[in-house]
């Protein structure tokens, strides 16, 4: 599929237990070829998906080229700490929000001094939090080498576990888009 958001309706779509369907499973592969490409590096920072999206990365043979290693931000304080995000914007938007991704993605790269950030932040429940229910998603990606950046808001539906799934597959499409 070429066109981003036809994929990130198939994603939404798919019913996801424990495991990425075979159909979606090229989308990190691809993602890692292209970096390798143009060689760009890529790092990012997790809330909701808890190191997945880094994690499948890595499962891909000659991800070592592309990703040096990122940040699993599962609080605010940690936010704050390891990446710089100031307390006021968490305070003002609270944690799931788009300015919140889009701050994830762009300090993640800065602090790893990566081409590609990216940050995931949300809802995977089984509670709502901060007034946001159980499958909202902001995901932010931001290439430093072309200044583009896509951060976009996902009502993703599902247990914990598949929120968390799709929030990694919809990462990794958002970055082929900005690569």
């Known amino acids: 599929m070429d066109n981003t958001e036809e994929l990130l309706e ?11 369907p075979e159909k ?5 592969h691809n993602v ?13 920072a997790e809330s909701l998906t808890s190191g997945m999206f880094q994690s499948t990365l890595a499962q891909i043979s000659g991800a ?18 390891f990446l710089g995000i100031d307390p006021k914007l968490i305070e003002k938007y609270t944690v799931v ?7 994830m993605a762009q ?17 995977a429940g089984p509670d709502a939090l901060e007034g946001n229910p159980v499958g909202t998603v902001f995901i932010g990606a ?6 583009k950046l896509e ?15 799709k929030s990694t597959l919809a990462a990794f499409a958002l970055v082929e888009e900005i690569i």
Request: aromatic residues 10%; hydrophobic residues 35%.
């Open 10 to 20: 198939e994603i939404d779509k798919v019913e996801f237990k424990d495991y990425v």
């Open 24 to 28: 979606l499973n090229y989308l990190p």
């Open 32 to 44: 890692v070829t292209k970096l390798k490409e143009k060689h760009l590096s890529i790092t990012a």
């Open 64 to 81: 070592s080229q592309v990703f040096s290693g990122g940040f699993v931000t599962y609080s605010d304080d940690v936010k704050s700490q």
């Open 97 to 103: 929000s788009e300015p919140v991704a889009q701050a």
């Open 107 to 123: 300090l993640s790269a800065k602090v790893v001094r990566a081409d590609i950030g990216v940050g995931l932040t949300g809802v």
């Open 142 to 147: 931001f290439n430093q080498s072309n200044n």
């Open 151 to 165: 951060v976009k808001e996902f009502h993703f539906s599902g247990d914990r576990n598949s929120i968390r799934l």
